[in-house]
C-alpha cells in the first residue's frame, strides 16, 4: 500500500512505453482430467444461473501514477483486453507497480435459460445485464488548473438502473463521460455484498481531494459463500470503514458449483502443486500419521474416571460428533513409549486434505493439515540475548495447516495461506518459493510449527523492539512431500460417498489435556533481569501474547475449527 504525500501523475506515454513484468508460475500447467461435457473445473468458464463468467488475465493499461520518479511506487488501471464475443465487461483492474501484473477481472454474458432451481429470487423476465443510466465522476488526478488533459486520470462510478448493481470503477484519461456500453451492471438478485480487502492507494490531502483505492472480495466467504470476486477495486475520497459499498460482487446462484473439481481432478491437483514441508534442522518435535499416534499408545480420558482407555488405530473408538464439552482429551502414553510417541515419526507423516469451494466456487481451496503429536516450548527473544522457556508454548497434541487456493477457471494456484498460530496470511503466487515445477515451499517453525513462505526469524510480538517469541523457519533434511504424502480426507460437495471421512476426524474434543501452571512467573523473573530501561516494553508485549501461550492445553480436531466451514482469517 501506498500513502504518498507527492505524486507525478504520470503521462500515458511514461508508462504505457513500458510493459509490466508479467508473472508466469515456473512449470506448464498441466491437462487435467476433463469432463466429456467440457464444462466444469478449468473449462475457462464458469456457469453461475442466469449469467456465466470468464476470467479475463489479459489486461490493457488505462492510466497510473508514480510517486516521485519511481515507478515501482504507484499503481496502474488496466481494463481487460481481448473480451470473447458476447462478453461484456463489469469494471476494470487496479493494482500496485511493486509487484508484477497477475490480476484478472471476470466479463459476463447472460447464460441459456437457467434451471427452475437456479433462479435468484429476482424477476427472471429482467435481463440480468444492462448498461448503466449514467455515470457520476467520482475523483479526477486533475484539479482544474490544467489545460492540457494528457496524463490526467478520471475515476467513475456507474449508475446503475433500479434494480442493478454496479460491479466496479472504470477510469478515463479525460474528463469526458465513457459510452454507457463501456461496463454492465448486474442485476441485483444475481449480486452479493462486497467489502474492502487490501488497501492498495492513499493519496494526501496535499492534493486537491484524498483518493483512497481498495481491492474488495465478497463479505460472506467459506464454504457455503457464494460471493464472487469480480477482480474490480473501489475507490473513494471521504468513504470510512464500515460504511455499505456502492458496488457489489457477484453470486453464484448455481447450486450444482459445478466448476468445481472432481476426485480426479483434485488428485492430479495436488500431486502438481503439493507443497513440500520443510522442518527446521534443529527440530526434535516431528510429526507422524494419526493412525501412527493412536496405534503407538495414545490414550483417551474422560472427566470423572481416573481409568485411561486405548484408542483404536483407527479412531472408531473416540467419541465423535458434538463440540468441544471439556469431558475428554487424548494424551500420550503413560509408559515408556511416551518419550518415543512425543517426538513424532516423519516416516509415517501425511498431510490430510480438506477440499472445499471457497469465493462461490470460482476457487477450490485445499486446506492440507499436518499432525504432530507434541508442541515444543517456546524461545524469548530481548534484543540480541535468546531465552529457552522450560514450559511456555508447549502441549501435547498440535494440529498446523497451510492452503492452497486454486483458480476453477484455469487450474492455476493463484494463492497459499500460511497459518501461524492464532491468525496467518495469504501469499500470493509470485511472493513463493518453488523447489520443483509448482511445486511451493512451506516452512514449519522449530518446536511450534507455524507455516511460514520464507525461510528467517519471524518474531511473535515487536519486530520493531527485537522483543517476542521466535518463530525460527529453515530448510533441511526433514520435510514431508505433500504431493506424494497425502490423504483426501473430506470434499464433503462431491457427496459423501465420493470421500470416505476417517473416525478420528469426527472427533471434537482436544488432543491433549489442559494443564494450568504459573508461567508468568517465568517471564517475570526474566523481566526482572532486564535493564530498567526496557522493562516496561518487555511486559507490555507480553501482555498481549495470546493466553494459549501461558497454558498446556491441546488442541482441538481439524473439522471443530471455525476455518472448516469458515474463510482462513485473513
Not at 167 to 182: A, D, H, Q, R, Y
Not at 232 to 240: N, Q, V
Not at 316 to 338: E, K, M
Amino acid at each position: 500500500m501506498f500513502g504518498c504525500k507527492c505524486f507525478r501523475w504520470s503521462k500515458l506515454s511514461d508508462l504505457s512505453s513500458r510493459e509490466p513484468d508479467t508473472f508466469l508460475l515456473p512449470a506448464p500447467i498441466p491437462q487435467w482430467p476433463q469432463e466429456c461435457s467440457g464444462t466444469g473445473f478449468a473449462s475457462g468458464t464458469i456457469k453461475l444461473g442466469e449469467l456465466e463468467v470468464r476470467k479475463i488475465s489479459r489486461l490493457e493499461f488505462v492510466w497510473g501514477c508514480n510517486l516521485s520518479q519511481d515507478r515501482k511506487q504507484g499503481v496502474s488501471i488496466y481494463k481487460p483486453r481481448e473480451v470473447p464475443d458476447g462478453f461484456f465487461s463489469l469494471g476494470h483492474y487496479c493494482q500496485s507497480n511493486n509487484k508484477p501484473l497477475r490480476g484478472f477481472v471476470l466479463v459476463a454474458r447472460e447464460a441459456a435459460k437457467p434451471e427452475a432451481g437456479d433462479y435468484c429470487s429476482g424477476n427472471p423476465c429482467l435481463p440480468a445485464l444492462q448498461n448503466p443510466l449514467d455515470y457520476t465522476l467520482v475523483w479526477s488526478s486533475n484539479d482544474g488548473t490544467e489545460e492540457n488533459f494528457d496524463g490526467s486520470g478520471y475515476f467513475w462510478l456507474p449508475q446503475p438502473p433500479e434494480g442493478y448493481k454496479a460491479m466496479g470503477f472504470i477510469t478515463t484519461t479525460n474528463p469526458v463521460k465513457p459510452e454507457l456500453g463501456e461496463v454492465k451492471c448486474v442485476r441485483a438478485d444475481l449480486t452479493d455484498e462486497s467489502e474492502t480487502y487490501r488497501l492498495i492507494l492513499k493519496t494526501s490531502s496535499v492534493l486537491s481531494e484524498v483518493l483512497a483505492i481498495w481491492s474488495i472480495r465478497p463479505r460472506h466467504r467459506g464454504m457455503h459463500g457464494k460471493g464472487i470476486s469480480v477482480g474490480t477495486f473501489f475507490c473513494s475520497s471521504y468513504w470510512s470503514t464500515g460504511q455499505e459499498l456502492n458496488i457489489a460482487c457477484l453470486k453464484n446462484c448455481d447450486t450444482s458449483i459445478q466448476a468445481m473439481p472432481n476426485l480426479d481432478q483434485i488428485h492430479a491437483i495436488i500431486r502438481h502443486y503439493g507443497p513440500t514441508l520443510f522442518f527446521h534442522p534443529g527440530e526434535v518435535y516431528l510429526p507422524s500419521s494419526v493412525q501412527w499416534f493412536l496405534e503407538n499408545g495414545a490414550m483417551l480420558y474422560m472427566r470423572g474416571d481416573s481409568a485411561a482407555k486405548p484408542i483404536e488405530t483407527d479412531g472408531s473408538s473416540l467419541p465423535g460428533g458434538g463440540t468441544n464439552d471439556g469431558q475428554c482429551w487424548i494424551d500420550l502414553p503413560s509408559d515408556a513409549r511416551r518419550d518415543i510417541v512425543m517426538f513424532g515419526n516423519l516416516q509415517s507423516a501425511k498431510l490430510y486434505v480438506h477440499v472445499k469451494p471457497a469465493l462461490g466456487g470460482s476457487f477450490t481451496d485445499l486446506a492440507m493439515w499436518i499432525f504432530c503429536p507434541f508442541n515444543g516450548p517456546a524461545t524469548l527473544k530481548v534484543g540480541v540475548v535468546n531465552v529457552p522457556l522450560n514450559k511456555v508454548g508447549q502441549h501435547v497434541g498440535d494440529w498446523e495447516h497451510f492452503t492452497l487456493r486454486v483458480s476453477n477457471f484455469t487450474g492455476e494456484l493463484w494463492s497459499i495461506y500460511f497459518s501461524q498460530h492464532s491468525g496467518g496470511e495469504w501469499v500470493d503466487v509470485y511472493d513463493l518459493e518453488f523447489i520443483a515445477g509448482n511445486k511451493a515451499i512451506v516452512y514449519s517453525s522449530k518446536s511450534g510449527h507455524a507455516s511460514f513462505p520464507h525461510p528467517g526469524n519471524y518474531l511473535q510480538g515487536s519486530s520493531k523492539l527485537g522483543i517476542g517469541i521466535r518463530n525460527d523457519a529453515a530448510r533441511s533434511n526433514l520435510y514431508v512431500d505433500s504431493s506424494t504424502q497425502y490423504e483426501i480426507v473430506a470434499a464433503e460437495y462431491l457427496g459423501h460417498e465420493a470421500v470416505s471421512e476417517p473416525c478420528w476426524l469426527q472427533y471434537m474434543r482436544e488432543w491433549g489435556p489442559t494443564i494450568i501452571y504459573d508461567s508468568r512467573k517465568e517471564l517475570e523473573k526474566i523481566v526482572n533481569h532486564l535493564p530498567m530501561m526496557v522493562r516496561n516494553s518487555v511486559q507490555s508485549i507480553f501482555d498481549k501474547l495470546p493466553m494459549e501461550l501461558f497454558k498446556e492445553e491441546g488442541p482441538t480436531g481439524p473439522k471443530e475449527k471455525n476455518n472448516w466451514v469458515g474463510d482462513e482469517r485473513w
